[in-house]
Structures are given as structure tokens and as C-alpha cells.
């Protein structure tokens, strides 16, 4: 398998783990991590608790609408040039992971 593949093996399968479909293995394991490693960009603004001087609360969120709208924001359909400009430096596996890591907290 190329590695492109195991890549997107991956995420539809921490997409299966974060709907609760499957039994949350190592794979979701993995993903937290590398979310909780990336959140570092995100809790300057965002609060792990609660809104805060009126930047919204990103957690506890559905993995896959948190993935739509980062990827809404990296495409430009949602506007906030901030967040525009954050949402271009990462992947999709990189929302994924970052979804799965908000989702829980
Ligand atoms: C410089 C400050 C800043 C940083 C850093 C930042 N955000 Fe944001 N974020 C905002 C602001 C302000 C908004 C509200 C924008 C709007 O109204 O669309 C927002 C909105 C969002 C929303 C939509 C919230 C909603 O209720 O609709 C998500 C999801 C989000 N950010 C995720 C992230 C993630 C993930 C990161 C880290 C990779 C991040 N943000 C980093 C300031 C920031």
C-alpha cells in the first residue's frame, strides 16, 4: 500500500472511531496525540473552557462538522481572515486529528 493510502485509511478509520463505530483502538489514540500536539496553535484564542472575549468555544464539537469548517475556512467559504489564515497551514488529517482531540474536552 502506498503511503497515500494508508493515509486515507486512516482517516476514514478515526472518522468510524470518532462516530463511535468502531471501538476506539490505537488508531484513535494516535490522532488525539497528534491533536493535542497541534491544539498548542489554537488554545492561544480558544479556551479549552468556555468562550472567551468572543472567540468561540471549540469544544465537545462532532469530529465531522469541525472538519467541515476548518476546511470551509482553508477554502474561504467561511470568512475570517484569521482563521482563513489558520486553517491553510494544516491538512485534512490534521483537522481530523485536532477534531477528534476538541471533540474531547
Ligand atoms: C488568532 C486567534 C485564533 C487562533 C490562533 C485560532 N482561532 Fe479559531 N477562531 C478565532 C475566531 C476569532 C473565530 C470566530 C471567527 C468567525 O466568526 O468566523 C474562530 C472560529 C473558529 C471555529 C468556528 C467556531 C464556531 O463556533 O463557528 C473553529 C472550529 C475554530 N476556530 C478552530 C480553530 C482551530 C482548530 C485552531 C488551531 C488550529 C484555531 N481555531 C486557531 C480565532 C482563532
Known sequence: MSSRRIRTVTVILAGLCAAGLLSPPAMADELYDLGEYLSGDCTACHQLQGESKGIPSITGWHVESFVTVMQAY?????NDTLM??????FSD???QALAVFFSKQ
Open 93 to 95: 488529517e490534521d483537522f
Open 74 to 78: 482553508r477554502q474561504g467559504e467561511r
Open 84 to 89: 482563513q489564515m489558520v486553517a491553510k497551514r
